[in-house]
């Protein structure tokens, strides 16, 4: 094994492994035309090199490459015990890059290590016309090439409303907060439709050290306590898996030598709000010190969450019965200004609805943090 990664790594050398890491990523491009030939694979010394490690200055072939990145997630899988012999277990597919090379890599290690997995694609169809009917359509092949049943749960069925529908109602400004918060649920719904014991995602290192960023940003401590583990929701009805937590756009890499059929198209009603200017931030300290990534996520990881911090105390949705810390769920909140016509109703400062339960938990956890959330498949 090349690398070792996961949270049963002691601190010093799990840092010591993010800066390996960071350094593949630099390493992991395109294969540049090569003049006389080029070089031989410095693993296995039989093909030509097709990427190159910068920290050791190897040069990989393609194959070799697929062996370390797929050892790697194993790994990953292994130390952190994300699965039991026969667990079922849902792979959130959006049919973009990084959930296509979820399913492939979990459908080859489930078959090659004998996991004992059984393997199920679960997509949301937030209803959004020219963008997720089109990505749906990438899931479905990916249902067949990779022969793994396909599930699809719609905004439409939930909640009465597309995105479509919601857009036309309220603009450009919110929306990303509606799609993020019915999301979440949907996810959560489909997944108990199917019956797994567990969610899988593809959220990558960038995903999680953005939303690291973004949980300091808002003040939002009960997010940033749980935002960087592999494992979260252990004490709600289904617990989701980031086996990619550590991957930074390897992922791009691997998708591309491996021809995989996935979905680049942006969303329609994508913003260049909040989230965006948190990514360029990111993508530009990247570009001047490419750990930077893994750094914000092991600072993430290592924050001590003071114990005087109040935060906010699971309970139930009183309407929907979904865990929520106040007394209707965000989900809820949002529909019932949709439904109202008052669509502002859940966004910005809560009057109302969730005034008892707020008091004491509108500082961590109260709808002021909604308030620019964007694509919300993040919200861990
Ligand atoms: Fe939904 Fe993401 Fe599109 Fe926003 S950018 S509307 S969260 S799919």
Redesign the pocket.
């Known amino acids: 094994m090349r690398f070792l990664l996961g949270n049963s790594l002691a601190p010093e050398n799990r840092a010591a492994n993010y800066s390996t890491m960071a350094s593949e990523v630099v390493a992991a491009t395109a294969p540049k035309p090569r003049g006389g030939g080029g070089r031989f694979c410095t693993i296995c010394n039989e093909r030509r090199a097709a990427l190159k490690r910068p920290k050791t200055l190897e040069q990989i072939c393609k194959e070799c490459f697929y062996e370390v990145f797929e050892d790697e997630i194993h790994r990953v899988i292994v130390d952190n015990h994300l699965f039991k012999p026969g667990e079922r277990i849902a792979i959130g597919a959006s049919g973009g890059k990084d959930s296509t090379v979820l399913a492939y890599v979990m459908s080859e290690l489930n078959r090659r290590h004998g996991y004992g997995l059984d393997l199920f694609l679960l997509s949301i169809d937030?209803g959004?016309t020219g963008?997720?009917d089109d990505s749906l359509e990438t899931v479905k092949r990916n249902e067949i090439q990779y022969g793994l049943p396909l599930k699809v749960v719609s905004y439409k069925e939930l909640y009465g409303w597309t995105?479509d529908e919601i857009?036309k109602l309220i603009g450009l400004k919110n929306?990303?907060t509606?799609?993020?918060v019915f999301?979440r649920q949907a996810l959560d719904r489909g997944a108990a439709l199917l019956k797994v014991d567990k969610l899988v995602t593809g959220h990558n290192a960038d995903d999680i050290a953005e939303t690291v960023l973004l949980n300091i940003l808002r003040g939002d401590i009960a997010r940033l306590s749980r935002c960087t583990s592999i494992t979260t929701g252990e004490d709600g009805p289904i617990p989701r898996c980031k086996p990619f937590n550590w991957a930074l756009n390897l992922l791009f890499t691997y998708a591309y030598f491996k021809r995989l059929d996935y979905f680049s198209t942006?969303?329609?009603?994508?913003?260049n709000a909040y989230r965006g200017f948190a990514r360029e931030f990111i993508k530009d300290l990247e570009r001047i010190r490419p750990r930077a990534i893994l750094d914000i996520i092991k600072s993430g990881e290592d924050f001590r969450i003071s114990t005087f911090t109040k935060m906010p105390e699971q309970g139930n949705c009183e309407r929907c019965g979904y865990i929520s810390s106040q007394k209707w769920c965000k989900a809820c909140v949002l529909l019932e200004g949709l439904n109202r016509g008052l669509p502002k109703l859940g966004i910005g400062r809560s009057r109302g609805l969730n005034n008892e339960r707020n008091k004491d938990t509108k500082e961590t956890n109260g709808t002021k943090a909604l308030q620019s959330?964007?694509?919300?498949?993040l919200d861990f």
Do not use: W
């Open positions: 937030e959004i963008y997720r995105m857009v929306n990303c509606f799609c993020g999301r942006e969303c329609i009603y994508s913003p959330k964007q694509c919300g498949t």
